[in-house]
């Protein structure tokens, strides 16, 4: 027993005296905001994958590569990755209209989702970074600048 204790002291203080936050070394405070984003992206994902599930697959499927000539393909899409306000406009507030995806002519209605902003750069973040697509952090933020 007194040699686990011993051994956990010794765990804890090497995992306290490592502080990632410590402005002694900049390197490590610049990893460890890294992982912090790459944590807020990856639970992001996470949970917007959960939304596309419930209000998006229907029409977009599980794959991202939609039905051709009625819903857009979401996979390496882009439309998607080089108009990223616009795409988050039409989930907040949906679209209707000619948009070109991948060279195809897409002239269909999507309603709005009645989503949250938050749930809105969840699954914003999400189609962004599956199917092929990679693209930086979405949040909630950047969706409360999108105006109708």
């Not at 944590?39 to 992001?44: A, E, M, V």
């Amino acid at each position: 027993m007194r040699l686990y204790l011993i051994v956990l002291l010794i765990i804890e203080y090497f995992s306290f005296s490592q502080n990632p936050y410590s402005t002694r070394d900049s390197k490590n405070y610049l990893s460890a905001e890294r992982t912090i984003t790459d944590t807020t992206l990856t639970k992001s994902i996470k949970r917007g994958a959960i939304i596309y599930a419930d209000f998006c697959v229907q029409c977009h499927m599980e794959n991202g590569d939609g039905v051709r000539n009625t819903y857009p393909p979401l996979a390496k899409a882009d439309f998607l990755l080089t108009n990223k306000q616009e795409s988050i406009r039409a989930i907040k507030y949906g679209i209707k209209g000619k948009i070109t995806v991948n060279g195809g002519i897409y002239n269909s209605t999507m309603p709005p989702l009645g989503l949250y902003d938050d749930e809105v750069a969840d699954v914003m973040n999400y189609i962004s970074n599956s199917w092929g697509n990679t693209s930086k952090l979405v949040t909630e933020k950047d969706v409360q600048l999108i105006n109708n």
